[in-house]
C-alpha cells in the first residue's frame, strides 16, 4: 500500500474528532504549528476558517461533479459543459456496450475515484470497478473536513474522453477567484503520463516563481487562446463568494467547465516561497460572522 492510501486510512479512522481538533492535527503535520483559527491571516489558514463557518448550502451542488454542471450551465450556458454519457448509483449498472471507445469515468463526490479509458478494449472491468467501488464506499468530507462533502449521493458518471491535439493532453487551468475577481492561476500538465507539473500565472499570464507540492514544468506553457474567456467566465462563476478555484479546460479552441473548488489542497498545502501563503490572505476577505455563528 502506497503512501497516499496509507494517510487516507488514517484520516479517515480519525472521522471521530471534530472539525477544529482534526483540522489542527493536519495542519500541524504540514506546518509544523497550529493553525490560527481565531485571527487567521494566511491563505490556508483562512480556507480552514472558511470549512468550520462558511456553511453556504449552494456549496453541496457547487462541488458535485454531475449537479455542479446544471448549475454552471444556467449561469454560463450548456456549451461548456463537457458531456455527460450516464450516470449511475453502482458500477454494476453501468452498460459498456453503450458507452464509444474512449470515455472518463469518475465519482460525483470525491477527487481521486477516476477511470480514464483512452482505449474500451483494453479496459481491466475488474479494476476499475475495485477502485470506483471503493470510492463510492468513503465519504471524502472527513479526508479535509470539507464540509460540502459530507451529504452529496456518491454516484458514478461517465463523461465524454477530453484530450487536445496541441498539447496531447488534457491541461486544467484553474483560477483562484477572490470576491468574484481572478487573481492567480496554475496549469496543471503531464498528469495524464504520471509527471504531474503545476506552474502559476499572474492574470496577465506572466509565470510566477511559486512552488506547491508539485514542481514548476521543464517546458515552456504557452497561453491558452481563452485565457481571457477563461477569465471572464471565471469571474462570474465566482461572483459573490469569498473564494473559489474555478477550473477549465482547452480542447482544440474550446472552453470546457472542469469543477469548482473552495479549499484548495484542502487547505494542508505550503507554498514556497511562503510569503504567497501571506499574499493570497490578504486577497482573501472573510465574511463578517453574526455572534450566534460564531463556533467555539
Known sequence: MNKKKIL???????????????????????????CNLKEPRT???????????????DYIKMVDKYEVKKYVADIIGEEYIVPTLGVWDNFDDIDFNSLPEQFVLKCTHDSEGLVIVKDKSKLDINLAKKKLNDALKCNFYYIGREWPYKNIKPRIIAEQFLEDSITGELRDYKFLCFGGEPKLMFVVTGRSSGNTKLDYFDMDFNHQNIIQHYPNSDVTITKPSNFDKMKE?????????????????????KVYFGELTFYDSSGFMPFQPAKWDEILGEWLQLPTLHPKEVKK
Not at 483540522?23 to 497550529?34: E, N, P, S, T, V
Open 233 to 253: 467566465l471565471a469571474r462570474v462563476l465566482s461572483k459573490n463568494i469569498p473564494h473559489v478555484r474555478v477550473d477549465f479546460y482547452e480542447v482544440d479552441g
Open 43 to 57: 491563505f490556508n489558514e483562512k480556507l480552514n476558517w472558511l470549512k468550520l463557518h462558511d456553511r453556504n448550502p
Open 8 to 34: 487516507k486510512k488514517i484520516k479517515y479512522a480519525l472521522r471521530f474528532l471534530p472539525d477544529s481538533i482534526y483540522i489542527q492535527i493536519y495542519y500541524f503535520a504540514h506546518y509544523k504549528r497550529f
